[in-house]
């Protein structure tokens, strides 16, 4: 590959600024080799076990193998009770026991584990036992913020941690929760254990308007996110690599199967950015950004979804109109006027 591909880099010249450059049609731009090509997420190298592969030297195993159920070739990794170092060594449904460093399956409910990692895909690792993703209820002890059902927590205590209220952001500008300035910090509130509001601060950060003079709270919590993770993973996500589990290229959308897997994914995409990178999703005038980088997953989901909510009013506006023309309809409402009338005589 030549320089000549590249599809955004840094200005040498102008530090801060980003080169880009438009991908011939049937092209994309690769967000980790950062260069145009027509199926970026099957041809980059350092793939884990499990991705779909061509050959050897895309995987970290350096093991390409044909994986004739799914009708695909696929990285192979270490299997069951061979020696490993880290995670990425073992094959699907495993992981690298810390303490053994062997291969071993992931753990099940409530059994024992020092990592999300360790745990089945639909699971993480809450004080030392594997339980559900967005299982926990409110003011119950747990460890890991997606245990919960509110997708929140906070400590009691230097030992202790507790599942609380999912927080909203109050004093921000709604609806995309923007800054004054890059100086300013946003603040969250919730109910504590003792069902009394309590808040915290996060510093904003900045946008990624072409003048850089925006800026905008980093995190938007819903209620709905853990909900939809443990829905999303549970049947999308339980035949990926350990490492790859949440991961919507590389895990989840390789999973799709109807209409219904493609929304449940959008859903979670739109939550995921939301909460995760929700500065870089806000500045909406950066096309080449919305379609040249990873940040495509989440404003072709959140179109798609905006579409399908359109759709789905336009046509409930034309049911009540054709309600509204039935003769049937006319003689129901005179009958009911008369029925009123009558009533107060």
């Not at 192979?76 to 303490?99: H, P, R, S, W």
């Not at 609806?175 to 009394?196: A, W």
Request: neutral net charge.
């Amino acid at each position: 590959m030549s320089g000549l591909d590249l599809c955004y880099k840094q200005d040498i010249l102008n530090k801060g600024t980003i080169l880009m450059k438009k991908c011939p049609i049937g092209q994309y731009c690769h967000e980790k080799l950062n260069r145009c090509m027509s199926d970026p997420f099957k041809s980059y190298q350092g793939k884990l076990p499990g991705e779909s592969c061509n050959y050897n030297y895309q995987c970290l195993s350096q093991n390409c193998q044909p994986d004739f159920k799914l009708d695909i070739s696929a990285c192979n990794g270490i299997q069951v009770g061979e020696t490993c170092k880290l995670n990425f060594d073992c094959g699907v449904g495993l992981f690298c026991n810390k303490t053994s460093n062997i291969c071993q399956q992931l753990n099940g409910i409530q059994m024992n584990c020092q990592d999300d990692k360790d745990c089945e895909n639909n699971a993480v690792c809450s004080n030392n036992k594997c339980v559900g993703i967005s299982t926990i209820d409110n003011y119950q002890e747990s460890s890991t913020e997606l245990a919960c059902k509110s997708g929140f927590l906070s400590k009691v205590n230097e030992k202790q941690s507790i599942c609380m209220s999912t927080p909203i952001i109050i004093g921000q500008q709604l609806p995309d929760y923007r800054c004054n300035t890059i100086q300013d910090s946003c603040t969250y509130q919730y109910y504590d254990h003792n069902l009394k509001p309590a808040q915290f601060k996060l510093k904003c950060e900045c946008g990624l308007s072409q003048n850089g003079n925006t800026s905008y709270c980093p995190k938007i919590y819903h209620e709905e996110y853990t909900q939809i993770l443990n829905e999303t993973i549970s049947r999308l996500g339980m035949n990926c690599h350990t490492l790859n589990r949440f991961k919507i290229y590389e895990c989840l959308q390789q999973n799709i199967r109807n209409e219904d897997d493609m929304e449940l994914l959008r859903k979670y995409t739109v939550l995921y950015f939301q909460r995760e990178m929700n500065s870089k999703i806000r500045d909406e005038g950066i096309q080449c950004l919305k379609t040249h980088s990873f940040l495509s997953q989440y404003w072709n989901a959140l179109e798609h979804l905006e579409m399908k909510q359109f759709n789905y009013s336009s046509q409930n506006r034309r049911n009540v109109a054709t309600i509204l023309r039935q003769p049937q309809f006319g003689m129901l409402s005179l009958c009911f006027i008369f029925m009123i009338y009558f009533s107060y005589q």
